[in-house]
């Protein structure tokens, strides 16, 4: 009985020692963390609305902006100019620095603005590309990041710091070196890159030494990276506030239908359109740096739609559908071409300079009527500058392309041997004519001068015996070519 009463007890004492313990495990030298209570922003009851409260933004002492911010919020109209000067810095009433853009508002507030460099605020900044076209979707480098807030700041800084990469003919030589020597910009191991897309933290960088970093993170908002010409222009509208300029610039490469054609107005310097006569450019194709656009009747280059065969694209450029294509048809066309002359002289230009430069190498041959081989054949002749036929006729058919033709290539039969041939088709008024570019290089070789085979109507050839098909009773390809 009396053991019986003993362990009723301890068993009553166990049980509640249990109750009145923390139970769970933690080792000896462990502490429960103490968790700082988190101030929230007050909310308002039911049928209770939350107080308002006047921020004033000042600069020595005058006001240069308020606004009414509700208990709690974060202020949102923060100035980034106080006249012509952009502000880097904002302090609070006792002096401190703080960053006005992320501040809670619990009380009326003044904020201090510490303002940088006098900037123009005319518009007119953003320098167009070398051909005079403001180009809005190339990346926006760091040469045209260098030279737009050069072109801003009022009292120009000075300083001509080496650069490895950029020479003294650059044009954002003067730029680049005084903004490095005053170390707005920075350095890679004496490399400025010029060329190079400025990334999102190097272009934050450098406009936080005209404005400060919450105007500048605002600004960029939703901008990608890397951003091209005609975002980097928003960018700095809204920074420098800009909604009207007197002097609006005429770009053919950015019409009035485009997504930030507005900011490009306000942005842009007038380019040297040396080939434009009058307000507008003239309806038709003009070759820029060898690479050839389409003028509209509204004055604006073609962008990303047909013109006949030509496929301009997103940045107004005839393209094959291959970059490297295009840029040797381009460099041809821009060292070896005079844009002087007339487009017909032009298209002759090609086809001698085709003539003349490239030698016959026995390559390829295709079956009477294949297509797809012209590219290929092409890049082929520009790379090594040896070809059949077919390399001939595809490199004509390339430059006639980017000279504003509907060029068009064939692979079918020559002569009396129904030899495998190539050649160029282009319709003038209706009528085709062949182009034989490879035959008269031959011919030519032989001390023959007289045979020409430019532009030539079929009644013309007859002679050549030009089939695109083959007859009923011989194969679809004879000897090599």
């Not at 853009?101 to 123009?120: M, Q």
């Not at 070789?445 to 015996?465: F, G, H, P, R």
């Amino acid at each position: 009985m009396k053991n019986k009463t003993r362990f009723i007890l301890l068993l009553a004492f166990v049980l509640f020692a249990f109750t009145m313990t923390d139970c769970t495990y933690r080792p000896k030298s462990a502490e429960t963390p103490t968790v700082p209570a988190v101030a929230a922003s007050p909310e308002a009851t039911p049928g209770e609305t939350r107080p308002a409260y006047t921020v004033t933004y000042v600069l020595d002492g005058e006001t240069i902006g308020t606004e009414t911010v509700t208990e709690g919020d974060r202020a949102a109209e923060i100035p980034s100019m106080a006249g012509d000067r952009g502000i880097v810095r904002w302090k609070n009433a006792n002096g401190t620095e703080t960053n006005a853009w992320t501040v809670p508002i619990f009380a009326d507030t003044v904020f201090e603005a510490v303002p940088g460099p006098e900037l123009h605020r005319t518009g007119a900044y953003i320098a167009p590309e070398s051909d005079g076209l403001f180009h809005p979707l190339n990346t926006f480098t760091r040469s045209d990041a260098a030279r737009a807030v050069y072109n801003l700041m009022v009292t120009k800084p000075t300083g001509e710091t080496f650069l490895k990469d950029v020479t003294t003919r650059a044009r954002c030589y003067e730029s680049a070196t005084s903004l490095v020597t005053q170390g707005y910009m920075t350095l890679d191991n004496g490399h400025f890159y010029p060329d190079v897309s400025i990334s999102r933290a190097d272009l934050t960088s450098l406009l936080g030494k005209l404005f400060s970093p919450g105007a500048v993170e605002k600004a960029m908002e939703d901008v990608p990276e890397p951003m091209n010409r005609v975002q980097a222009a928003g960018v700095f509208n809204r920074l420098l506030g800009l909604e009207s300029v007197t002097d609006m610039p005429y770009y053919p490469d950015v019409s009035p239908q485009m997504e930030g054609y507005a900011d490009v107005e306000l942005a842009g310097i007038q380019g040297d359109l040396s080939w434009v006569r009058g307000e507008r450019a003239e309806p038709g194709f003009v070759n820029l740096k060898g690479y050839l656009y389409c003028v509209d009747e509204d004055g604006y280059f073609l962008r990303d739609t047909m013109k006949g065969t030509l496929y301009f694209d997103a940045a107004c450029r005839y393209t094959s559908g291959d970059e490297a294509l295009d840029k040797y048809v381009a460099d041809l066309i821009d060292s070896q071409i005079k844009g002087s002359l007339s487009r017909d002289d032009m298209l002759r230009a090609a086809y001698v300079y085709v003539r003349d430069h490239y030698l016959y190498l026995k390559r390829s041959i295709y079956r009477v009527g294949e297509t797809g081989w012209e590219i290929p054949e092409a890049l082929i002749m520009f790379q090594t500058g040896k070809g059949n036929c077919y390399n001939f006729t595809g490199a004509f058919w390339a430059m006639a392309r980017g000279l504003g033709y509907d060029a068009v290539c064939y692979s079918g039969l020559v002569g009396v041997g129904r030899d495998p041939h190539s050649w160029t088709e282009i319709e003038f008024d209706g009528v085709p004519y062949v182009f034989d570019v490879e035959t008269e290089m031959s011919c030519r070789l032989q001390d023959d001068y007289i045979s020409n085979l430019y532009k030539m109507s079929y009644e013309q050839a007859t002679l050549w015996s030009y089939a695109k098909v083959p007859y009923d009773d011989e194969p679809e390809t004879g000897a090599a070519a």
